[in-house]
């Protein structure tokens, strides 16, 4: 066989991919090196990770330059896989992407992995294209999906300012096939390590190419994203009768979205930053991440704001429960969608508080009306105030 059936991967994503070998390198030029040094037979090497476009180019100049006369082929395949459902994700993919080169030689590459994925995805769900709209779907895709959930956390301001409730408006509009009900639930704001970062990207490869329209297009969802983060503790602020300052104030939720214990850019550690610098007392709960890890990633938001804050290990306690986290506190902020939050003695919670008690969904996953019924003055994203 020309080619040998080893497929290399650069980059291991959440869970590698259906890889027989996988190098992560931070750098896909030393990668490459790295390969072409180990390599001994022809190769078809498959950029799993989300790459700034244009990177198979380099990647197969580099590989290509080998003294031992072999012929590299170089092919994207990003994946799709998100947190949490990482596994489902793989084995049941909505679509397959593969991209490789326009000619005799790509082509035959491009046919050797979609045999490979044919194993367990139906030919239909394996789409082929050139290497780079392989590369930008992947970060299209992303912009795509963040650009909706500030679009519809823009439209949660307005539902606050005007009586709308966000939910409602997400079902209307959602029902309608061509906008479809995912990613239109309205949050504090979208966390991971993904969106940002391909915005970021994509924004940056627009600006390279001088389309500064376009840049500042999806720069915009990023802002509205900031936006939304810090318009979520100014509110807590305010309706704190305008200081947090000493309050014990729990939060519930540090991960990004349910399901996993992974930080960053969770909007969680903003809101948490936010309230520290009102001078609140924080006390935080999340089923899945440790004390080590918030601090790492209340370091990282602190730097980003070139803020700092001596007192941050003394501002903030880890706790081992929601109960024990709301327990004297003033107020709740609900910031991951974790299924517990759902089922928690609401009762017993608003016993244990000071009063009045205040509760700020940040996810809209509490029932409001039964938190009003037991007398919790309830604000959430996009909802009339305290009433619905
Ligand atoms: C994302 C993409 O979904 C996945 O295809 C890609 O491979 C990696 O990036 P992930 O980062 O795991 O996956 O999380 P995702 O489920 O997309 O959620 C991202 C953020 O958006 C989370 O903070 C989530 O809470 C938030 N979100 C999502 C909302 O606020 N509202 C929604 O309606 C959906």
Known sequence: DEYTMKIVCMGAGYVGGPTMAVIAENCPHLCARQIAKVCTKNTIVVEKSTVPVRTADAV???????????DFQVLSNPEFLAEGTAI??????SRVLIGGGEDE????????????YQ?????????????????????????FLAQRVSSINSISALCEATGANVSEISRAIGSDPRIGPKFLQSSVGFG????????????????????????????????????????????????????????????LGF??????????????????RDLVQERANLHVYDPQVKREQMMVEFDYT???????????????????????????????????????????????????????????????????AALREIGFEVYAIGKPWNKE
Not at 122 to 137: C, D, H, K, Y
Request: charged content about 25%.
């Open 60 to 70: 197969r100049r580099v590989l290509n330059c080998n003294d031992k006369g072999l």
């Open 88 to 93: 489902d994700d793989l084995e049941k993919p």
């Open 105 to 116: 030689a790509g082509q035959a590459a491009i046919a050797k992995l979609v045999s490979v």
């Open 119 to 143: 194993n367990w995805v139906p030919a239909e769900q394996i789409i082929t294209t050139n290497l780079w709209s392989s590369e930008l779907s992947k970060l299209v895709a992303n912009a």
């Open 192 to 251: 991971g390590s993904c969106f940002q970062k391909d915005i970021l990207n994509l924004v940056y490869l627009c600006e390279t190419f001088g389309l500064d329209e376009c840049a500042e297009y999806w720069h915009q969802v990023i802002k509205m994203n900031d936006y939304q983060k810090e318009r979520f503790t100014k509110n807590m602020v305010s309706k704190m009768f305008n200081t947090a300052t000493g309050k014990k104030v729990a939060i």
């Open 255 to 272: 991960a990004f979205k349910k399901d996993t214990g992974d930080t960053r850019e969770t909007a969680s550690a903003f809101v948490c």
């Open 302 to 368: 602190l730097n980003l704001s070139t803020k700092t804050e001596p007192d941050l290990e003394k501002l903030i306690t880890t706790s081992p429960s929601a109960y024990d986290a709301c327990d004297g506190a003033h107020a709740i902020a609900v910031l991951t969608e974790w299924d517990e939050f759902k089922t928690l003695d609401y009762q017993r919670i608003y016993d244990s508080m000071a009063k009045p008690a205040f509760l700020f969904d940040g996810r809209n996953i509490i029932d409001h």
